[in-house]
């Protein structure tokens, strides 16, 4: 998340996923903003993403944070990493997780031309590390380089996840589902 000018956006979302979910949630801020909210479930990791770290790919963004979240916190004790973006809430999200048998990679089901989108991302703890070590500039994009590996590991892709708030995306479209 890139919290600034957003804080209410954010603060709405989150307290959905921890009102309507057993989840233990976890934010990436960028913007080294955080939000006000107080919770036994929620744990906030800040940064400032243009301190040291420059970039017109937002690929980077995501990919720099995603690093930096799994080195932070030790997530040991989850079988699945669950990424969503922020702005993002998915009615009955935790009964479509728990319908899956096995999966060592779960993707959401929007395709778009430059790749696999990722705005639902699940990584199984097992392979979190070399799955994101692996990532290199020769894909141009995470969507692309995500497209690329959902060959080599047990994938499921969710059917359709409709949003219940439709949600404008940073390049102007509009997302109805996940």
Request: no cysteine; aromatic share 18%.
């Amino acid at each position: 998340m890139y919290i600034k000018n957003k804080e209410q956006l954010y603060y709405n979302i989150v307290n959905r996923w921890l009102n309507n979910t057993s989840f233990d949630i976890y934010i990436v801020d960028s913007s080294n903003t955080g939000l006000q909210i107080i919770h036994p479930r929620l744990y906030q990791y800040k940064f400032e993403q243009y301190d040291k770290f420059v970039t017109s790919n937002p690929s980077k963004y995501e990919i720099n944070s995603i690093f930096k979240i799994i080195n932070h916190f030790n997530f040991e004790k989850y079988d699945m990493i669950i990424k969503i973006t922020g702005k993002y809430f998915i009615p009955d999200f935790e009964s479509y997780i728990k319908q899956i048998d096995s999966a060592d990679l779960i993707l959401q089901n929007r395709i778009d031309t430059h790749g696999q989108n990722t705005e639902l991302l699940a990584i199984n703890y097992k392979i979190i590390h070399d799955f994101i070590n692996q990532y290199n500039d020769k894909y141009n994009s995470f969507e692309n380089y995500v497209y690329s590996k959902k060959h080599k590991y047990n994938t499921y892709r969710f059917k359709a996840l409709i949003l219940d708030a439709y949600t404008k995306r940073s390049d102007g479209s509009i997302l109805k589902y996940l």
